[in-house]
């Protein structure tokens, strides 16, 4: 993510002091460096993955309800081109993965926050082992990527209840058809 617009060195370059970044981006892990970190992680590990674009009550909801299950939370979210590889209607996404990661990061049940650039998370569920893997309501444990590895190590595999029923698309398409 070094060089993204709204980075370090755009700050720079504008002439902000970036020697105090806000406390969490120290929750912001590049992926080749999860390795390194995932043995400082507490455990139980709790592991999720999503877009993440447009961040509603829905989605933090799911988090906090996800760092429940276990001591912390990891977060992977998709790349951009992941996520257009998605299907998703229009332009998505419409953050970056650079300000979609810091948004998500600065959540308190967000421990750390990784991203991928594959279809699917199974490489990074697979090299940190989370004891939970956890997908939003809306995903049958049978289709949940990584599931099958979970729990062969004994772990748990879980799709959490929506409990308020917000969708990012449905959001975007509200504010598409508003008048002005």
């Excluded at 720079?12 to 105090?20: I, W």
């Excluded at 080749?32 to 961040?55: C, K, M, Q, S």
């Excluded at 998605?86 to 990061?105: H, S």
Aim: net charge neutral; charged share 25%; with cysteine.
């Amino acid at each position: 993510m070094q060089g993204a617009p709204g980075g370090r060195a755009e700050a720079e370059a504008v002439g902000l002091d970036v020697a105090a970044a806000p406390g969490f981006e120290a929750k912001l892990c590049d992926p080749r460096e999860l390795a390194r970190r995932i043995g400082t992680i507490a455990r139980p590990l709790v592991f999720t993955n999503g877009v993440f674009d447009l961040l509603h009550r829905g989605h933090v909801t799911y988090l906090a309800r996800a760092r429940e299950q276990g001591a912390a939370l990891l977060v992977a979210l998709n790349s951009d081109a992941s996520a257009r590889r998605l299907g998703k209607p229009g332009e998505r996404p419409l953050n970056a993965l650079a300000d979609r990661a810091a948004v998500i990061a600065a959540l308190e049940s967000v421990s750390v926050v990784t991203w991928f650039d594959e279809d699917t998370p199974e490489t990074l569920i697979g090299s940190c082992k989370p004891e939970i893997l956890v997908k939003g309501g809306d995903w049958p444990l049978e289709r949940i990527v990584g599931a099958p590895g979970v729990l062969a190590r004994g772990g748990k595999v879980l799709s959490i209840a929506f409990e308020h029923e917000r969708s990012t698309t449905a959001l975007l398409e509200r504010i598409r058809r508003a008048p002005g």
